[in-house]
């Protein structure tokens, strides 16, 4: 915990966002806020879209890598998370239906 009952992004490995009726915020606002905190893997659900991104490799506040995942495939989180996971995008986006 730092100040403010917030924590060191330091501490992040992944973080997920899943897209609100705040759409622009979580697709445009949020990616550069934890690219400039230097959270290694961001991962977007777009229920919008349907689609799944990962995003890797912050630098000067953005992410260098984007990759974009949509229904039928499956993908694997990169290795700086600290674990192997492969997820499916159907199952990643069932909370939609």
Known sequence: ??????????????????TSSNYLTDVKVKPALYAGAGVPVHLIVDRKN???MVLTEPRD???????VHH???SFTLPESIGAAV???VDDVLIAKK
């Open 50 to 52: 349907l689609k799944v």
């Open 1 to 18: 915990m730092v100040e403010s009952n917030n924590y060191d992004p330091v501490i992040f490995r992944p973080v997920v966002e899943v």
């Open 61 to 67: 506040g953005e992410y260098r890598v984007h990759a």
């Open 71 to 73: 229904p039928g495939q």
């Open 86 to 88: 492969t997820l499916s």
